[in-house]
């Protein structure tokens, strides 16, 4: 089950319990607001604006770094089977996208 989130912006933000577990460790990795449970890392329950534009700007500079390769091996778990290094990027810039368009969240 995922959550319901509501933006800022009314953009709509879609996120699953893997997404929610992944946006936690890259959220975590680059320095930006997460939640800890149990479990490890999970995606914040809100964030403002400013704390979105901050952590987008971090998850770009992280994918300009190699370090992205041996956090994906890392994480791959959270995909499929046959994902690879695109799919985890491509994941990453539409979180970006998302983020971004959100102007903020608050999950309720």
Request: aromatic share 14%.
């Amino acid at each position: 089950m995922s959550r319901t989130i509501v933006t800022n912006s009314g953009s709509s933000f879609l996120t699953s319990i893997s997404s929610e577990r992944l946006i936690g460790a890259i959220c975590k990795e680059v320095g930006g607001k997460y939640f800890e449970d149990f479990d490890g890392p999970v995606m914040a329950y809100e964030m403002t604006s400013d704390e979105v534009k901050e952590v987008c700007v971090e998850i770009k500079n992280f994918l300009t770094r190699e370090r992205y390769f041996r956090f994906f091996e890392k994480h791959k778990h959270l995909f499929s089977k046959d994902a690879t290094i695109y799919t985890f990027v491509s994941f990453v810039e539409n979180l970006v996208n998302d983020l971004r368009d959100s102007e903020g969240y608050d999950c309720i």
